[in-house]
Nanobody, 117 residues
Framework: QVQLQESGGGLVQPGGSLTLSCAAP????????VFWYRQAPGKEREWVST???????KYSDSVKGRFIVGRDNAANTVFMRMNNLKPEDTAVYYC???????????WGQGTQVTVSS
């Protein structure tokens, strides 16, 4: 069972930045659409961002203008740069890859992001 590996979470003060990465040696991210989701305590998992095969980006309204998602095809990873973090961004962040040419769907185990002073 393939599991994506998220990294880069941690504790940061409001206004700070973090960069999350999503990787999996078994997955060629170039042929997957990759999504980032997050789940805060007591809340449902919510969609955050999408990066398509052609590197088009989409963002939820809550993070638009602050988060940047992208691909590093040379490293076969997907990243999400999170700027101007707010306490309401505190959540476990998950990456999710969906095959373009197959039905493969993979999730990671999540990485905790805590924004607090």
């Amino acid at each position: 069972q393939v599991q994506l590996q998220e990294s880069g979470g941690g504790l940061v003060q409001p206004g700070g930045s973090l960069t999350l990465s999503c990787a999996a040696p078994e997955v060629n991210f170039a042929v997957y659409v990759v999504f980032w989701y997050r789940q805060a305590p007591g809340k449902e998992r919510e969609w955050v961002s999408t990066v398509t095969k052609s590197d088009d980006h989409k963002y939820s309204d809550s993070v638009k203008g602050r988060f940047i998602v992208g691909r590093d095809n040379a490293a076969n990873t997907v990243f999400m740069r999170m700027n101007n973090l707010k306490p309401e961004d505190t959540a476990v962040y998950y990456c999710n890859a969906r095959g373009i040419y197959n039905d493969n769907v993979y999730w990671g185990q999540g990485t905790q992001v805590t924004v607090s002073s």
